[in-house]
């Protein structure tokens, strides 16, 4: 691939060109599925849900639902004219519950009727007859009783033990890890509408239109080629719409079909937040060898993930846990296991991140439980135990961290000189020693983050591009928007290609009828996937264009340029719309369906091992907090980010990503609190209950940068690089920030033992515990 052919400057691409959405999101123009004008006819559903966390589903009762006005039918699993199934992976996993329960929430039926009213008010006059049973509701309890959905994954590198035992200090260590609702401002809604011959049109809010495409089929007994999946827009996905809507969709189709009649299904929070999955919760145990000047030697790390009641994508999210136990830090001998256990609560799912979050706080969490035992600097420790910019080390499951690539000292030190770090190091140090209440902490960290899905044939993507006689330009393409941009920078890309403004490339919604057997838009792979298929397409089509005009001006092809909307050859050209024309009437195609797959990626599943990325991201943060050590309220101050991008495609979008995914894994990690009360009810179902963060959440220091003059060594798009993810990761350092404040609670050498989320309360809890073991509350 050579990106520059034919084309003499960058006029689209790399530069801060608005979201296609942004003016029409504010002026309240922009359509979501719930804004769409309703056929004639249309009917509203709603889920009948399990009120209890495991029993047996002895009889379902419709018949005073049905008898409510307005409703129209009601749908169970007996009603399936095709396979109760909606497992992303693993089969086994139904749209609605059959003999058994297992969370409350869970669907066992949906019912339509004529207003959205009259059928959540029928939903609920649903009798469902369910003898209990006790319910697992913790990961701990589900692993002693080796209750899993799935073997468990170990990954090793090297002879753990005897590192362990040759080490000279052996660290051991457990972290509680939250969970995380994805909270998007548009829950999940699914319009069907039925066609003849068993065609059925699906409008879905989801990340995974072919995923929908597929589970529809199969729900209703049909082929693929019967479901034809839409996707504009999505209030926010954050992974919550990867495989969950495959449930709302196929209820909706299911409706439809029986109904005739066009149904759509659009969820409450609480039942949103009930009925389907969330970031894994896990809990990890380590034992950490390390020499005497501090560096990694051998590193035993076992997590129990909750993985709800069924698969769904939790080994996929164990893989990226276990890939990124290591984050940034060379580990000669490794064993990384994930156990994925079965709870009676909601089966988990896909989360910004896909489990990398989870292994990386544990790692940073090691990194400074190490620094205080062993009385480090911090940022040394973790120095000394970088990927080695000079040697290319390997990760524990076999892929180089190679030396052209690893940007691990450049932007530690870049933050570290921007954060100014040895001054505020001394001022907050100074503050704690004189303010017994209010305390003050500093937390550096670096990520390093590995870009592509975990399972390889994921790694693919298609376009449709079409040029018109005018010089406008269609664009489809595998990709779907959920507010993060890439419906821009996929067009911008395509702009670049043909040298034309944005404003001639029409942007058009995701449908699996133009472009089939897509991938999610997931894993941060959305530009790199759907960017490269959209310029493969259009440099074809430019390739053809160039031949017809170097015909046209009796030249070489190679003297052809494009550039500013128009193509010329030496001092004469025509505008690009003119050359369109021409094309057309010389019978040459200005259409291309363009592909790609990303290349030198391999995995093997059993071993754990392989190169399962294409490449790695980079990026660090500096955060300053400050706790109220009898509230235990905590604020962060100041946050300083610096992200590698490549040469970003749009810097103005990836800027915004970047604030997003920080103040998003900051709320994670601070004010984010799933709670089920021992029913197996989860408790926090809304906004009143589950606090996400807010304006005022948001640091007010807030410095955010790019890595400069960074393109990717890999040929990427424009040689970019993802965005999407890496930096919620970022949103760690507040954590280790509050760690940092709580140990100044307490003596030299002590480690707090602080849960995430660093709540209020778990902050005190952890305040308590340090002075207790300093002697200070003996």
């Known amino acids: ?43 509203h559903a709603a889920l009948v849900i399990s009120p209890v966390a495991h029993g047996k589903l002895k009889g379902i009762d419709p018949v005073k639902a049905l008898a409510m006005p307005g409703v129209v039918a009601f749908v169970a699993a007996a009603d399936i004219p095709g396979h109760n199934e909606v497992g992303p992976i693993l089969p086994n996993e139904p749209l609605f519950a059959e003999d058994i329960v297992e969370y409350v929430g869970q669907p066992v039926g949906a019912i339509a009727a004529e207003t959205y009213e009259q059928a959540v008010k029928a939903a609920r006059a649903v009798a469902l007859d369910i003898e209990e049973l006790e319910p697992v509701l913790d990961v701990e309890t589900a692993h002693a009783r080796g209750s899993y959905v799935m073997p468990p994954q170990i990954l090793i590198e090297g002879d753990v033990d005897a590192a362990l035992a040759a080490s000279e200090h052996v660290i051991e260590g457990r972290l509680e890890i939250g969970g995380q609702d994805h909270f998007y401002l548009e829950t999940h809604i699914g319009y069907a509408v039925p066609g003849e011959d068993g065609d059925m049109v699906i409008h879905s809010s989801t990340q995974h239109p072919t995923e929908v495409q597929h589970h529809v089929a199969h729900i209703l007994g049909g082929l693929a080629n019967s479901v034809d999946v839409f996707t504009r827009r999505m209030g926010g996905g954050f992974g919550g719409k990867e495989s969950q809507p495959t449930i709302i969709a196929g209820a909706a189709a299911l409706l439809a079909r029986a109904t005739r009649r066009p149904v759509k299904m659009r969820l ?25 000047d501090g560096r990694l030697r051998g590193l035993d790390i076992e997590y129990l993930a909750r993985a709800g009641n069924t698969p ?32 009676n609560t909601v089966s988990n799912t896909a989360f910004r991140g896909f489990g990398g979050p989870q292994g990386i706080i544990a790692i940073e969490a090691i990194m400074d439980q190490i620094a205080r035992e062993l009385r480090m600097d911090p940022n040394h420790l973790r120095a000394i135990n970088y990927y080695s910019p000079e040697t290319g080390e390997v990760t524990p499951y076999g892929q180089a961290v190679e030396s052209h690539q690893n940007r691990l000292v450049e932007v530690t030190e870049a933050i570290m000189a921007s954060s100014e770090w040895e001054r505020r190091r001394a001022e907050i140090d100074a503050h704690n020693a004189t303010h017994p209440i209010l305390r003050r902490g500093l937390a550096m960290m670096p990520v390093k983050f590995g870009i592509s899905f ?26 779907t928007e959920m507010g993060q941009g890439l419906f821009m920078k996929v067009a911008q890309v395509v702009a670049e290609v043909f040298q034309i403004g944005i404003d001639q490339v029409k942007i058009t919604a995701t449908n699996t009828g133009k472009v089939p057997n897509t991938s999610a838009t997931a894993a941060s792979t959305g530009s790199d996937l759907n960017g490269m298929a959209a310029y493969n397409a259009a440099t074809a089509i430019r390739g053809r264009m160039a031949n017809i005009a170097a015909e046209h001006f009796d030249v070489p092809v190679e003297e052809i340029i494009f550039r500013e909307g128009r193509v010329h050859a030496g001092n004469r050209s025509v505008s690009f719309g003119e050359l369109a024309k021409m094309t057309w009437a010389a019978r040459v195609q200005l259409s291309e369906a363009g592909y790609y797959a990303t290349p030198k990626i391999h995995w093997d599943p059993a071993t754990l091992k392989g190169r399962p990325f294409f490449y790695f991201t980079y990026g660090a943060a500096v955060a300053e907090v400050a706790i109220d050590t009898l509230t235990g309220e905590s604020r962060c101050l100041r946050a300083d980010l610096l992200q590698d991008c490549g040469a970003s495609l749009n810097p103005a979008i990836d800027l915004g990503q970047i604030e997003g995914a920080f103040v998003q894994g900051m709320g994670w990690l601070t004010c984010e609190e799933l709670w089920w009360d021992d029913k197996g009810r989860l408790r926090t179902i809304g906004p009143s209950t589950y606090k996400i963060p807010g304006s005022r959440d948001v640091p007010r220091e807030f410095n955010v940068a790019l890595v400069g003059n960074a393109p990717n060594a890999e040929e990427t798009v424009y040689r970019s690089k993802a965005v999407g993810e890496p930096p919620l990761m970022l949103g760690v350092s507040v954590w280790l920030a509050i760690r940092d404040a709580i140990a100044s609670c307490g003596r030299e050498g002590l480690s707090p033992h602080l849960k995430a989320p660093a709540t209020p309360e778990n902050i005190l809890h952890a305040i308590d515990d340090i002075r207790v073991r300093s002697g200070a509350m003996e």
């Open 1 to 43: 691939m050579n990106i520059d052919v034919k084309t003499v400057q960058r006029a689209v691409v790399g530069h801060g060109i608005a979201h296609d959405s942004a003016a029409k999101q504010i002026a309240g123009e922009a359509s979501y599925i719930d804004d769409m004008p309703e056929l004639p006819g249309t009917l």
């Open 312 to 343: 769904d994508l939790t080994g996929p999210v164990i893989t990226r846990t276990l890939t990124h136990s290591d984050n940034s830090y060379f580990v000669p001998a490794a064993r990384f296991a994930g156990h994925a256990c079965k709870t």
């Open 268 to 292: 409450k929070r609480s039942v949103d937040m009930s009925a389907t999955g969330k970031r894994h919760d896990m809990v990890a145990t380590w034992k950490a060898g390390v020499d005497k």
């Open 454 to 479: 975990n399972l390889t044939s994921l790694n693919q993507a298609g376009a449709l591009v079409h040029v018109y006689q005018d010089g406008s330009v269609h664009l489809n393409h595998g990709g």
